[in-house]
Each structure stands twice: as structure tokens, then as C-alpha cells.
């Protein structure tokens, strides 16, 4: 198989290669992080307002601090991401933040029938076609 025939796994294990690196720089603030401080601006903050009982489907949740965060402030959080180191270590992160925050591995192309996935998990309601 050529490089243009697999580009979803190159571009899968370019970015698993870097998941790392990212959870371990200072941008993230891992250590922070697990103290309690939000990953989320003061911006986001702002326009979010009260996500108490609210459900939130986060795309490219990468390893989840934006996710986990979300719960934190009250929402059912659904975080999906196409990298599977991403989201072994975003589920690791919600254990250890003591969140209920949902993770699913796949490619956004496959958004539909994982809204169907995530529906029951949040109990939405979602209309078939």
C-alpha cells in the first residue's frame, strides 16, 4: 500500500509519536492540570457559561485536558480523537482527575455512526435519517 493509499495510519502515528511530548510540556501543565486548574482559556470560560447537566461531544479531544476540564465545570463529556495513545492516556488522565468523562478512539470520518454510539452513552436524543 502507498503512502497516499494509507494516510489516515501516517497521519495516526505522526501524531501519536508527538502525544507524548505534548502531555509532558510546559504548554500543557500537566502537573497543574491534575491539581484542579482548567486546560481552558478565559475566553472559553466566558462564552461556555453553566455546563451543569449540559452534554458536550468534544472532536479531536487529543489527550482530553479540554475534556476533562468540560466535566469538571458539571457537563457529561464525550471526547473522541483518532489517536489511540491520545485517548489510552486521556481515559488514564479522567481516572486520575476523578472524572466520568467518556473517550472514544476514531477518525472523524466515522462521525456518524459514533454520534449514534455517543447518544446512548449521554442519553441525547438523535434523530435517524
Not at 501524531?15 to 500543557?28: G, K, P, Q
Not at 449540559?54 to 472532536?59: F, G, I, Q, T
Not at 468540560?70 to 489517536?83: E, P, T
Request: with cysteine; charged share 20%; hydrophobic share 45%.
Amino acid at each position: 500500500m502507498n503512502a497516499e493509499d494509507n494516510y489516515l495510519e501516517i497521519n495516526r502515528e505522526s501524531w501519536n509519536t508527538r502525544t507524548e511530548a505534548h502531555i509532558n510540556s510546559d504548554f500543557y501543565n500537566l502537573d497543574d492540570f491534575l491539581k484542579g486548574k482548567s486546560s481552558l482559556k478565559d475566553i472559553e470560560l466566558n462564552l461556555l457559561g453553566d455546563l451543569i447537566g449540559k452534554s458536550v461531544l468534544h472532536l479531536q479531544c487529543h489527550f482530553g485536558q479540554d475534556s476533562i476540564s468540560l466535566s469538571r465545570m458539571g457537563a457529561d463529556v464525550v471526547g473522541i480523537d483518532l489517536l489511540d495513545v491520545a485517548i489510552d492516556r486521556a481515559r488514564q488522565l479522567a481516572k486520575q482527575s476523578n472524572v466520568s468523562t467518556a473517550f472514544i478512539c476514531s477518525a472523524m470520518f466515522m462521525i456518524c455512526p459514533i454520534i449514534w454510539i455517543v447518544s446512548s452513552i449521554l442519553s441525547l436524543q438523535v434523530m435517524g435519517p
